[in-house]
């Protein structure tokens, strides 16, 4: 099955922008979605497909993707982004009704 | 408005199986398009696919957990079941159910349900 690869923790000061990103060879095939979890909450879909957020989605939540890397961008990240972030997508190595999640990225707003 | 819960036993003893009830509302399951999934989490750990089924009852496991996994759905009752049979305590983990919407995304998750292996 494919992997999606996630740095484990990244870190941004207050108002400022972060990039989380999500490698994997499904990616050149699907879009990758992205998901916030807080502690003790379950996970809130924030971008899916190329560029879609749900509603309720603040704006300074955007996405992209590039080859085999999707990024989700926070532009002017508050205290209440604050979370671990996971990508997931569909998986291309054989079976492209499986699904794969990303090991997390956690993130810090200092 | 849509919703998801899962239900289920806390703890189960190694070997038993684990059954896990997603009840959802505020849409069906027969609608062209609709899916719901399982996905486990241990604590501490990363988010893990683990199966689903789709509106035309076709279902997908994870290759690592398929001959363990088995999923299903009761359209009228809003229900869909996941068992695990062979339960290790490698299993304890919060389990969740998700939409999927259109194969696009899990629109929707329920709240979870943490289930504890042990003896």
């Known amino acids: 099955s494919s992997e999606l690869t996630q740095d484990p923790a990244v870190s941004v000061a207050l108002g400022q922008t972060v990039r989380i990103t999500c490698q994997g060879d499904s990616l050149r095939s699907y879009y990758a979605s992205w998901y916030q979890q807080k502690p003790g909450q379950a996970p809130v879909v924030v971008i899916y497909?190329?560029?879609n957020r749900p509603s309720g989605i603040p704006d300074r939540f955007s996405g992209s993707s590039s080859g085999n890397t999707a990024s989700l961008t926070i532009t002017g990240a508050q205290a209440e982004d604050e979370a671990d972030y996971y990508c997931?997508?569909?998986?291309?190595?054989?079976?492209?009704?499986?699904?794969?999640f990303g090991g997390g990225t956690k993130l810090t707003v200092l | 408005q849509v919703t998801l819960r899962e239900s289920g036993p806390a703890l189960v003893k190694p070997t038993q199986t684990l059954t896990l009830t997603c009840t959802f509302s505020g849409f069906s399951l027969s609608s062209s398009g609709m899916c719901v999934s399982w996905i486990r989490q241990p604590p501490g750990k990363a988010l893990e696919w683990l199966a689903l089924i789709d509106w035309d009852d076709d279902k997908y496991y994870t290759t690592s957990l398929k001959t363990r996994l088995t999923i299903s759905k009761d359209t009228s009752k809003n229900q869909v079941v996941l068992t695990m049979t062979n339960m290790d305590p490698v299993d304890t983990a919060t389990y969740y159910c998700a939409r999927i919407l259109n194969w696009n995304v899990f629109d929707y998750w329920g709240q979870g349900t943490l289930v504890t292996v042990s003896s």
């Open positions: 997931n997508s569909r998986d291309n190595s054989g079976n492209q009704f499986l699904w794969v």
């Open positions: 497909g190329k560029n």
